[in-house]
């Protein structure tokens, strides 16, 4: 019997002993990993739809965004018209599990805070997150925004990471591990002086898991990472800044986009602008 050991418990491993009595038993995770990791065309096309859908979601929260509203009204803007947009494209799909975590001010130092009943205050950072899930696939879309006017201490920081965001982007293509892609940002980082505040990995698998659900250990951007990437995978871009309170530009800047790894290149399946000049609402 095999089973994919990394989400069999202790518990559960006693039980199936006891009741199946397999004759045999092995770790099918590896294997299984592997197979999600490559996608077929129509998980692509999913896919794509996903990244559209998450769009959508965006362009509802950055309607909404103006001072006064509240993180919850703003998320539940963007998780409505989400699910109004799987529901047109999908007829005949079950709905289920999109969500929006949208953070303001210092809500923004972590990479998913939960959302608050913040009021938003003019030229305070947002950090939008749209997550549409259609049949069991998830894509998502991330982005920094500001109210109304953005002063030039987090303009700063925010460029530096858009420029982190664009260069990671142009690292994925097909040959190169995921090792050597997070080096070459941990330097780019570095000669800007802004490494140590990066806080976590820089890209990730997707697909049928989910933030919710668990995620390819074998398709993140890390250091530790060594998988070679190859067409047909689907992997995020998403380097993140996160600075202290009480020092100047303080908040966390996230740019995310999901790309799929073709023979040419990584070919960018997100669409929703990022940057001060279409991301200053309100």
Not at 23 to 33: C, L, S, Y
Not at 52 to 80: F, L, P
Not at 142 to 163: C, H
Request: proline share 5%; with cysteine; charged share 25%.
């Amino acid at each position: 019997m095999g089973c994919e050991a990394d989400h069999l418990t202790l518990l559960q491993s006693e039980k199936l002993n006891a009741f199946l009595r397999p004759k045999r038993g092995m770790d099918i995770a590896p294997a299984t990993m592997a197979q999600r990791m490559m996608k077929s065309p129509e998980e692509i096309a999913l896919i794509r739809a996903g990244a559209n859908v998450a769009d959508v979601g965006g362009y509802a929260i950055r309607e909404a965004v103006k001072a006064g509203a509240r993180e919850i009204d703003v998320a539940m803007a963007g998780r409505d018209a989400m699910e109004m947009e799987i529901a047109k494209r999908f007829p005949g799909a079950e709905y289920r599990d999109s969500w929006v975590w949208f953070q303001s001010g210092l809500n923004t130092d972590g990479a998913h805070n939960p959302v608050t009943s913040r009021a938003l205050q003019r030229g305070d950072i947002l950090s939008l997150n749209t997550f549409p899930m259609i049949s069991g696939y998830y894509t998502a879309l991330e982005r920094t925004m500001f109210v109304g006017e953005v002063d030039n201490a987090s303009r700063k920081i925010w460029e530096a990471n858009i420029a982190a965001h664009e260069y990671g982007m142009s690292l994925i293509k097909p040959g190169v591990s995921c090792s050597e892609i997070t080096q070459k940002l941990n330097v780019f980082l570095e000669e800007r002086q802004l490494l140590q505040y990066r806080t976590f990995g820089y890209g990730h698998s997707f697909g049928v898991l989910s933030h919710y659900y668990g995620r390819e250990a074998g398709l993140e951007l890390r250091e530790d990472i060594d998988t070679v990437l190859e067409p047909g995978m689907v992997i995020s871009m998403e380097p993140m800044l996160t600075i202290p309170q009480g020092q100047p530009g303080a908040g966390g800047y996230r740019e995310h986009d999901i790309l799929v790894v073709t023979e040419e290149g990584g070919e960018d399946i997100t669409h929703y602008p990022y940057g001060p000049e279409f991301n200053v609402v309100g």
